[in-house]
């Protein structure tokens, strides 16, 4: 068992390529995860950061949760999305505020590589046995109750999240379409890389081939 100082750097170096991820596909501008859609469309529409709506849907979803689990609403949540959304406006509006990518090719490049940033930091700081982000403790939510694998359930909820987006007409794209796709992919095949790493899981799901 790892020790708590040990967990809580492999947590906090999750959340921040996690956040790296968000920002890098915000900069590639071919579109960006839904869940981030949304979060830039209500930041655009109503005020407010995009990290502090980070911080208030990820409130909601903690509710969401919990009627699906049909357990007390775990507000150890907070946690995570209190950080994430530090880190977010940390990079969007400090480190990569003047990072501005013009040429398509390298827009899709940067776009890639914030999917696989993304998909890499969550597998990473699941690891760690803390508390997890909302929107990921949806995806475990609804792996419980039905036995899913990872990457259908984590499909599932970037579907919601799309539909989301599009309602509060956020900055969707070929970008958004691709995430919805293929995150749950990336979130999968990392899942699989560690675990043959020998790096254990802090929770039970179904391998890619269940």
Same mark, same amino acid.
């Not at 699906?68 to 940390?90: A, E, K």
């Given at each position: 068992?790892?020790?708590?100082?040990?967990?809580c750097l492999i947590y906090l170096a999750g959340l921040f390529i996690l956040s790296s991820g968000v920002v890098l596909m915000i900069k590639?501008?071919?579109?960006?995860? %839904?869940? #981030?859609? /949304?979060?830039? =469309?209500?930041? $655009? &529409?109503?005020g407010?950061?995009?990290?502090?709506?980070?911080? !208030?849907?990820?409130?909601i979803l903690i509710f969401v949760n919990s009627i699906i689990r049909r357990r007390v609403p775990n507000l150890t949540g907070l946690i995570p999305i209190l950080i994430i959304g530090l880190f977010v406006d940390l990079l969007n509006l400090g480190l990569l505020s003047s990072m501005e990518v013009q040429p398509l090719v390298l827009r899709w490049v940067l776009f890639v590589g914030g999917l696989s940033v993304l998909a890499l930091g969550i597998v990473i700081y699941l690891?760690?046995?803390?508390?997890?982000? %909302?929107? #990921?403790? /949806?995806?475990? =939510?609804?792996? $419980? &109750?039905?036995?899913?694998?990872i990457h259908v359930t984590k499909t !599932?909820?970037?579907?919601?999240?799309?539909?989301?987006?599009?309602?509060?007409?956020g900055p969707v794209g070929l970008g958004t379409i691709i995430v919805v796709l293929c995150l749950g992919l990336?979130?999968?095949?990392?899942?699989?890389?560690?675990?043959?790493?020998?790096?254990?899981?802090?929770?039970?799901v179904r391998s890619m081939d269940e």
């Amino acid at each position: 068992m790892p020790s708590l100082v040990k967990r809580c750097l492999i947590y906090l170096a999750g959340l921040f390529i996690l956040s790296s991820g968000v920002v890098l596909m915000i900069k590639s501008n071919v579109g960006i995860a %839904p869940w #981030d859609a /949304l979060n830039v =469309a209500l930041s $655009e &529409r109503i005020g407010l950061t995009v990290g502090s709506w980070v911080f !208030i849907v990820g409130g909601i979803l903690i509710f969401v949760n919990s009627i699906i689990r049909r357990r007390v609403p775990n507000l150890t949540g907070l946690i995570p999305i209190l950080i994430i959304g530090l880190f977010v406006d940390l990079l969007n509006l400090g480190l990569l505020s003047s990072m501005e990518v013009q040429p398509l090719v390298l827009r899709w490049v940067l776009f890639v590589g914030g999917l696989s940033v993304l998909a890499l930091g969550i597998v990473i700081y699941l690891r760690a046995s803390l508390p997890t982000v %909302p929107n #990921d403790e /949806l995806m475990l =939510a609804i792996t $419980e &109750r039905t036995g899913w694998g990872i990457h259908v359930t984590k499909t !599932i909820g970037e579907i919601a999240a799309f539909i989301l987006a599009v309602m509060w007409q956020g900055p969707v794209g070929l970008g958004t379409i691709i995430v919805v796709l293929c995150l749950g992919l990336f979130v999968g095949l990392f899942d699989q890389l560690l675990s043959k790493a020998g790096v254990p899981r802090s929770f039970t799901v179904r391998s890619m081939d269940e």
